[in-house]
């Protein structure tokens, strides 16, 4: 995309505080300076994550349904994982499709990469598509506690026409998919 004439300034880092690091995200506070006044960015420091649309066939996707916390339900989404340290997106695809549902994929495709909240967030979700998938044992982390299901992409959309698909990584892939069929 091209810029315009009139291109938004890019703000000065003054300083950088860590204020909490924790085991999957840091917090810092960063002083910055954006037309010539000073503000306080909150950034959570999050190494990434790779999300899968794994597709038994072009019509169906295997999604898990897990309990999330921080949104106080459990949800169904497309198998997803943070990355390890210095672990490749790929790599790190392929093991949390594995340990999420058991599949492995004969086929893995990176699609894109977008950032999940850029306006507090450093998290950047790294998709693929994974196809010819073969069946095997899952192995869920310690303490994750997982149900796995193939669904139709019509059953996905009538979930989230009733509400009952609030992940916006899993709608994403979802129009993702059905785009395909068009």
Do not use: C
């Not at 897990?66 to 392929?94: F, I, S, Y």
């Not at 990469?113 to 994974?130: D, I, N, Q, T």
Request: hydrophobic share 45%.
């Amino acid at each position: 995309m091209q810029n315009s004439q009139a291109d938004v300034a890019r703000e000065e880092t003054l300083t950088t505080s860590r204020v909490y690091e924790g085991r999957v995200i840091n917090l810092r506070l960063d002083q910055v300076v954006v037309g010539g006044v000073q503000r306080t960015r909150e950034v959570v420091e999050h190494p990434g994550a790779a999300v899968i649309i794994a597709q038994p066939d072009p019509e169906h996707m295997v999604l898990v349904r897990q309990w999330r916390h921080a949104a106080g339900q459990r949800m169904w989404e497309v198998p997803a994982g943070t990355l390890d340290p210095g672990e490749a997106a790929l790599t790190a695809a392929a093991r949390e499709l594995r340990e999420e549902t058991g599949y492995t994929a004969g086929q893995m495709v990176p699609l894109f990469a977008g950032y999940s909240a850029p306006g507090f967030s450093a998290e950047l979700l790294h998709f693929f598509h994974a196809t010819k998938l073969v069946a095997g044992p899952s192995a869920p982390d310690e303490g994750e506690e997982l149900l796995m299901q193939i669904f139709s992409l019509g059953e996905m959309q009538e979930a989230l026409s009733r509400g009952e698909l609030p992940d916006a990584k899993t709608q994403l892939a979802l129009f993702w998919a059905l785009s395909r069929l068009s």
